[in-house]
């Protein structure tokens, strides 16, 4: 590890380490523009020079293309480099506008701050400046390149980072222009992080623009609760609401950048339609006129049918605070188990991760980028978590192979293998890798119960020839490599996919290899969800507990089954027939809007919470502010009413775990610090996973890991003779797949009118061969008779998907929810051609 001496001060770094960083580590800041450190070092701007004084290079240098090295004495403060140094930000300035007062990146921009501290103050160019035409790039990001220093950045982060390539470099020298072949909305779910690598106001961020400065700002460390993946945010507020929203830097979890959906999914917090008001059959009440009804008729029902007769029902968007609430209260109370899913197959599939993580396999989202073989089972990155999709990105960039296997058109920005198979013969598919993956001699010497698996899984006999033959170069690729990981979803593989993933990433690290386990679940607080829902006790057992008389009071907290149960029809019936619907949520939402007692709760940003991560990283998001009605809402657009009172206008949703808690107060006591602390206590004793964390006001900026070691009981079981059943699929009909996508499926992003405008017009997605049988081509609508009615989309022809698999995305703007619950069948005869739109791209 080299010595050198940074302006006086001695430092010790690694290997490889450039000047810029080590004099970082000395809290030295050397100007920079071009380099980022996610980007690494390009050397564009010239603006990080520094004097060497001694060592085997000498003289002015780019500080950023320096590695340091043993003797090395540098100076940042030399007369020559700081001379070196201002000249470089005079030219810069050649050209600049000098509009920072009506620039939005005035007051953190990084060239203000340069230019300011490099001494220029003094425009000495009288000649013409050069100018460029601005280019429309969506509704995300505003673009004005009279601003550019041609840095670089953008391009590099754009094409290199993301891997997408409709924005870049465009002319030559002085002429060097950054945006696209012409205006159009950006590819990349990744484009919102321009207005956070550009140094200048080149890129701007477009919903919030002209919205206040830094200085304005309430900003809050948060969390993104848009999938399970948990990456840091920057929330910003002013008047009541939440204006931006930006990355922040995650060593763990997310690095440097959030996706699009991230960023700016946060306006259902502040939506005009958002409820705020407490009702009762329909009226507006206050809101403890509404607890004390909520009060009375529980205790009615409680009484004339049993506190069974209760059921509650919570989500994967709440926080840990209210779920472990809603838990402890409903056993004490005798009321109905938790339950935090809608589809019982996915309940299933979560709770089997949950229990199947490992502490000695699970891989944070960072850690993922430094494997070097990577197969995702089952799961569609950039549909289901964008960032995944970047991090398998980074993977790819350092030599990793790359393979997916789904029976979707999966899409990623790099080159990967694909290998479309039906759902049921995906545990067959990976049984095959993981008898081919390790040397059978090695397995013999580990004996039972490895040596059991071993002998027991698939032979290449049980797949067809194509098959086989895609799968191939996944067994050589995965054989020569030392750190492999296993990415695992939950959406459309059968359950014994969840566990053989866990169970060949075992049987890897048994023979040498630095193995992890990578599982992908369906919401933000998932994992939690998991471990306090009942197996046995999901949502569509409740409804048909309602449907057979045994529930009559249903207490939904943060939930919308309608927007994910798949039987619309049933749904309302069973819902007809409660003699009580309780809804709490912070939106309006449909099942809000029928609930006989509605309770409004705050939103994340107006009450921070914890929430729990894909991997086990519980983690803690802030405050950002203290709620209320938005100015920009209260006052038309104008000045607020000049009304003045004790309270903050539409201040009253309160926190779901306290209207909880006040709901049965000798239960749960509804003040905060004693609340997080007797939560703490709640969850060991519920799972000993949360045995070990600190307590919650002392999680690290990074969260803290869940961790227990449990026995191997439940490892390395499947019914290989079922399996092989599964995989034949259906000969005279399709396997019709509800599936998300990047926007227009999740729940809370498409209350953000600017992500609507990035929405593909959603169809039905067939292969071509399904297709041609049907005489049907790319663009036609047709007719789906599904088991509730009639669905016409258009449809689309696409060849990276597999045969016999129909892939419909659960979107806002299709009737969807008339499918039954379970496996879905749909015979070929069902679908018909109606007509003939343009249909969607995969």
């Known amino acids: 590890m080299p010595k050198l001496i940074i302006d006086d001060q001695e430092i010790e770094v690694a290997s490889g380490t450039k000047v810029i960083q080590a004099a970082e580590q000395l809290g030295i800041m050397i100007p920079r523009f071009c380099y980022h450190p996610a980007l690494g070092s390009v050397g564009a701007c010239r603006v990080c020079a ?37 000249h470089v930000i005079e030219w810069l300035m050649l050209n600049h506008p000098h509009d920072c007062p009506v620039c939005d990146e005035g007051g953190h921009c990084l060239l203000q701050d340069m230019t300011v501290s490099g001494g220029h103050g003094i425009r000495r160019y009288l000649g013409k400046k050069r100018t460029y035409q601005d280019q429309y790039l969506g509704p995300l990001i505003r673009h004005e390149m009279n601003r550019c220093i041609h840095c670089y950045r953008c391009s590099r982060f754009y094409q290199e980072f993301c891997g997408y390539r409709d924005l870049g470099a465009l002319q ?13 909305i950006l590819d990349s779910p990744f484009t919102g992080n321009l207005s956070d690598i550009c140094p200048t106001g080149v890129y701007t961020d477009k919903p919030s623009r002209f919205r206040g400065r830094r200085w304005d700002y309430q900003r809050s460390p948060s969390l993104c609760i848009h999938c399970c993946l948990g990456c840091h945010t920057i929330a910003t507020g002013r008047y009541r609401e939440i204006v931006r929203q930006e990355a922040r830097f995650s060593e763990a979890v997310n690095g440097h950048f959030i996706c699009d959906r991230g960023r700016y999914g946060f306006f259902y917090a502040n939506h005009e339609a958002r409820p705020r008001r407490a009702r009762v059959a329909g009226d507006e009440v206050s809101y403890d006129q509404a607890l004390q009804a909520l009060k009375a008729k529980l205790a009615e029902i409680s009484k004339r049918s049993g506190p069974g007769a209760i059921a509650c029902v919570s ?127 090695a397995i013999e010497k580990l004996g039972p119960p490895v040596s059991d698996f071993y002998a027991a899984l698939p032979t290449p006999e049980v797949m067809n020839a194509s098959d086989q033959k895609r799968l191939s170069p996944l067994i ?29 990433a075992l049987l890897l690290q048994a023979v040498g290899k630095k193995a992890g386990l990578f599982y992908l679940l369906p919401g933000a607080n998932a994992f939690s969800a998991g471990i306090l829902s009942d197996p046995e006790d999901t949502f569509e057992k409740t409804v048909e507990g309602i449907e057979n008389g045994s529930i009559k009071a249903l207490m939904l907290v943060e939930n919308n089954p309608f927007w994910q149960f798949p039987d619309r029809a049933r749904l309302e019936q069973a819902l007809a027939r409660l003699d009580l619907l309780v809804v709490l949520d912070y939106l309006n939402s449909a099942a809000a809007q029928q609930a006989h007692i509605f309770l409004p709760t705050a939103t994340l940003y107006e009450i921070g919470g914890l929430f729990v991560n894909q991997e086990g990283r519980v983690q803690a998001a802030q405050r950002a502010h203290s709620g209320g009605i938005p100015i920009a809402q209260s006052g038309g657009g104008g000045h607020p009413p000049r009304i003045y009172g ?6 009253e949703p309160r926190p779901a775990w306290r209207t909880l808690a006040e709901l049965v107060e000798e239960v749960v006591p509804p003040d905060e610090a004693r609340m997080q602390s007797e939560v703490g206590v709640w969850l060991a004793e519920e799972d000993p996973r949360f045995a070990d964390l600190p307590p919650f006001a002392e999680l690290p900026e990074d969260g803290a890991r869940l961790n227990h070691k449990r026995d191997g009981a439940s490892r390395f079981l499947v019914n290989w003779t079922a399996e092989l059943q599964k995989s034949r699929g259906f000969d005279d009909s399709f396997e019709l797949l509800a599936v998300d996508w990047t926007f227009g499926t999740e729940e809370l992003a498409v209350y953000s009118a600017c992500l609507k405008a990035l929405e593909r017009k959603p169809g039905l997605l067939m292969h071509p061969d399904d297709a041609g049988r049907l005489g049907l081509t790319d663009g036609d609508e047709v007719a789906m008779q599904l088991d509730r009615g009639t669905l016409k989309v258009p449809v689309g022809v696409v060849a990276n998907m597999a045969p016999g698999v129909i892939v419909l995305p659960r979107h806002r703007l299709l009737e969807w929810q008339r499918l039954a619950c379970g496996r879905i069948r749909l015979e070929r005869d069902r679908i018909r051609k109606a007509a003939s739109p343009q249909g969607p791209k995969p």
């Open 50 to 86: 520094v004097k060497l004084l001694e060592g085997r290079l000498k003289g002015v240098q780019m500080s950023c293309m320096i590695d340091a090295q043993d003797g090395m004495v540098v100076s940042t403060t030399d007369e020559e480099a700081v001379d070196f140094r201002t």
């Open 172 to 184: 030559s020298a002085n002429r060097t222009y950054f945006g696209r072949f012409q205006d159009g």
């Open 315 to 441: 989500s994967d968007r709440s926080s840990l605070e209210t779920q472990a609430v809603l838990k402890r209260i409903g056993r004490m109370r005798g009321w109905r188990n938790f339950s935090g899913f809608m589809p019982q197959g996915l309940a299933q599939k979560v709770q089997l991760a949950v229990a199947r993580l490992e502490p000695a396999l699970s891989v944070s989202l960072r850690e993922l980028e430094g494997a070097d073989f990577i197969v995702v089972v089952g799961a569609d990155p950039i549909n289901e978590a964008p960032m995944l999709a970047l991090a398998l990105r980074q993977a790819r960039r350092k030599g990793a192979a790359i393979a997916v296997i789904d029976p979707r058109p999966i899409a990623l920005p790099f080159d990967f293998q694909h290998v479309a198979m039906v759902p049921g013969a995906i545990s067959l598919g990976l049984g095959l890798l993981a008898r081919g993956s390790p040397d059978e001699a």
């Open 476 to 504: 050589r690729d995965l054989r020569s490599s030392r750190r492999p990981v296993i990415v695992c979803g939950t959406a459309v593989g059968p359950a014994t996919v969840v566990g053989l993933a866990a169970d060949w």
């Open 646 to 651: 004790a309270g903050v206008p539409g201040a």
